[in-house]
């Protein structure tokens, strides 16, 4: 036979769309668990975000490109939206790359993915500050929430570049992080 | 997933394979009863394909994409809708393209994972019986995966010129995610010619892949991919997912 290992391979030829669907749909469902929820071990988190996708990261970007470009004035609308959702990718393609020349053992849409995911808490952030607008227009309560969920957001990117960089360049792999999620985090602190 | 039995990767009986494939293609015109079973084969529309629906969503979300971006103007002056409506018909295109379209309608797929080392491995998977494949499901595939990229350049051009800025996050995201396929699947397809060529170099039916047409179908795809060789692929690549 010219291909002995053939058969052993696990196929995704032939099955039905509906299991595509479902299968993608499971991935994004848990991997978003994954992120939120606080674990004690980092370890099953980080074998489980290896299997990238990109679709977490696309509904998490045009969730909060939508919210903040509610919040926005009129006029600036599409000047929001555009700006966030450049940000968003520019940024974390950035990161990526950052960590790529730190001599980071990691595929660029492995990083863009779990960085994606991470914003989720940020987004949580954004739509709570929008709908506490009417009843209080404290700063202090909103920078308190987008404070929150950005140690939030960070929290399982750090461990993640911690992991893949060596001791000695750490910092400089997870500065960029910080700087990544701290931009969007006044994004949302800066909206009205 | 299917159990190894079901796979259309098992070669023990190929030569069996190959001369039921070529008589029946001869006994029966190809693909008759498969189009009248799904409900767009019903309504006539990509008339000789075996798997109409897959045809028609090829088509529909780049088409539909390509159609908003183009007339939204005329309806709406609300960038932020507009944006989100045509990045996620693209979004729903690339992911019709590259898990259901290909692998129903040519055969193929690919798809990667993340070895430990942080390395990516490809893996390209492709049919060996490419009698199944209808001539009206290659050429709308084909032909229905490089148009969009073409018209998305030229999107970009006049977009460029206008100096209308902000469409250039749509305009950018159709070139990858179109881009992204076209590169997949071009790989995708020379493996799998690759894979065929190495089958009728080692002296097994050789003759019988002619009589079945594959030659044709293989290097009919190959020339459209000649131009752009990517990264070398070896042929173990599939057999490195085990």
Redesign the interface.
């Known amino acids: 036979m010219f291909e002995p290992g053939r058969d052993l391979v696990e196929t995704t030829l032939d099955e039905p769309v509906r299991e595509t669907i479902m299968r993608d749909l499971r991935e994004v469902g848990a991997k978003l668990k994954l992120v939120i929820l606080p674990r004690v071990s980092q370890e099953g988190v980080l074998d489980r975000l290896k299997e990238w996708d990109l679709w977490g990261p696309l509904a998490v970007c045009l969730a909060l490109s939508i919210v903040l470009s509610v919040s926005a004035p009129e006029a600036q609308r599409a000047l929001v939206f555009a700006a966030v959702f450049v940000v968003v990718w520019v940024g974390a393609a950035i990161v990526t790359l950052n960590a790529q020349l730190l001599g980071g053992r990691i595929s660029f849409f492995q990083s863009v993915c779990i960085l994606g995911y991470s914003i989720f808490p940020l987004n949580v952030g954004a739509l709570l500050c929008l709908v506490l607008h009417p009843v209080t227009k404290s700063l202090l309560l909103r920078a308190l929430v987008v404070g929150v969920c950005f140690a939030w957001s960070t929290r399982v990117s750090v461990v993640f570049f911690g992991e893949i960089i060596e001791a000695k360049r750490r910092a400089l792999a997870i500065y960029p992080v910080f700087g990544f999620y701290s931009f969007i985090a006044w994004m949302i602190l800066i909206q009205k | 997933?299917?159990k190894?039995d079901?796979?259309?990767?098992?070669?023990?009986d190929m030569n069996d394979d190959y001369n039921e494939a070529a008589t029946s293609a001869q006994a029966a015109p190809l693909f008759g009863e498969a189009e009248e079973t799904t409900l767009v084969g019903k309504l006539g529309l990509f008339k000789g394909s075996r798997h109409p629906g897959a045809a028609l969503f090829h088509v529909l979300f780049k088409a539909l994409a390509v159609l908003v971006y183009m007339f939204s103007g005329m309806f709406t002056s609300n960038?932020?809708l507009v944006?989100?409506v045509c990045?996620?018909l693209l979004?729903f295109d690339f992911?019709t393209v590259k898990?259901?379209s290909g692998?129903l309608m040519v055969?193929l797929?690919w798809?990667n994972?993340?070895k430990e080392?942080?390395?990516?491995e490809w893996v390209f998977?492709?049919?060996d019986d490419a009698s199944e494949i209808s001539d009206v499901d290659r050429r709308v595939f084909w032909g229905a995966l490089y148009a969009p990229a073409v018209v998305w350049s030229l999107f970009l051009l006049v977009a460029i010129l206008q100096l209308k800025v902000?469409w250039l996050?749509v305009i950018a995201a159709a070139l990858c995610l179109s881009g992204a396929n076209i590169v997949g699947y071009t790989k995708c397809s020379k493996e799998a010619r690759q894979?065929i060529e190495?089958?009728a170099s080692?002296g097994v039916a050789g003759s019988l892949i002619n009589q079945v047409g594959i030659g044709n179908v293989i290097s009919g795809i190959g020339s459209l991919m000649s131009k752009s060789s990517g990264a070398a692929t070896g042929?173990q690549a599939?057999?490195a997912?085990?």
């Open positions: 997933m299917s190894p079901d796979l259309a990767f098992l070669t023990t960038f932020v944006c989100v990045i996620l979004a992911w898990n259901v692998r055969g797929r798809w994972y993340v080392d942080g390395a990516t998977e492709s049919a902000q996050i894979r190495n089958f080692g042929p599939g057999v997912a085990v």
